[in-house]
T-cell receptor, first 108, second 112 residues
Framework: LAKTTQPISMDSYEGQEVNITCSHNNIATNDYITWYQQFPSQGPRFIIQ???TKVTNEVASLFIPADRKSSTLSLPRVSLSDTAVYYC?????????FGKGTRLSVIA | EADIYQTPRYLVIGTGKKITLECSQTMGHDKMYWYQQDPGMELHLIHY???????EKGDLSSESTVSRIRTEHFPLTLESARPSHTSQYLCASSVQVSGELFFGEGSRLTVL
């Protein structure tokens, strides 16, 4: 089982950049790192996936250092609508296992 | 928008009733999953399927059963519902085992 550890909760003001770090010390060579976002009463939604270095899309950036034992999800200039739970997962070609995630609260 | 649909969205039933939660997807995905999630808690994988006539139990032991007779349909059944089954049930599908999962909006079950 690919275990991940991330903060239980974070608070941020609107307009700030938010960085959520996840540790995955037992990541294997062929594993990818994937992040999902979940709003209350909805299913999770895929945000971004990466293998190493940096990946950017229209929603977020994902930074993965060379040793790949951690990753950081970066959300630029958050708004109130970014309040959600963010899950970091190690994707190793088996059904995805979701941890507790990080509950991000954006404050006006 | 993901084309995966769950019905009913909300269900309140009495103990001992048999229920089936429906999940359908129109994306042609072979892989389908059921997760269970209590309010404010993590998701737990309870069943998955890699294709027609393939079903496997997930990490969390569940008294529910599933079937996969058609690619697009992955229903979950509880033969005799109990209050401990009260939860949200989320269905998902994907092209591959890994990669992006597409989730439905969930079925919130309350057993009295």
């Amino acid at each position: 089982l690919a275990k991940t550890t991330q903060p239980i909760s974070m608070d941020s003001y609107e307009g700030q950049e938010v960085n959520i770090t996840c540790s995955h010390n037992n990541i294997a060579t062929n594993d990818y790192i994937t992040w999902y976002q979940q709003f209350p009463s909805q299913g999770p939604r895929f945000i971004i996936q990466g293998y190493k270095t940096k990946v950017t899309n229209e929603v977020a950036s994902l930074f993965i250092p060379a040793d790949r034992k951690s990753s950081t999800l970066s959300l630029p200039r958050v708004s109130l609508s970014d309040t959600a739970v963010y899950y970091c997962l190690v994707d190793r070609n088996t059904p995805l296992v979701f941890g507790k995630g990080t509950r991000l609260s954006v404050i006006a | 928008e993901a084309d995966i649909y769950q019905t009913p969205r909300y269900l309140v039933i009495g103990t001992g009733k048999k229920i089936t939660l429906e999940c359908s997807q129109t994306m042609g995905h072979d892989k389908m999953y059921w997760y269970q999630q209590d309010p404010g808690m993590e998701l737990h994988l309870i069943h998955y399927s890699y294709g027609v006539n393939s079903t496997e139990k997930g990490d969390l032991s569940s008294e529910s059963t599933v079937s996969r007779i058609r690619t697009e349909h992955f229903p979950l059944t509880l033969e005799s519902a109990r209050p401990s089954h009260t939860s949200q049930y989320l269905c998902a599908s994907s092209v591959q085992v890994s990669g992006e999962l597409f989730f439905g909006e969930g079925s919130r079950l309350t057993v009295l």
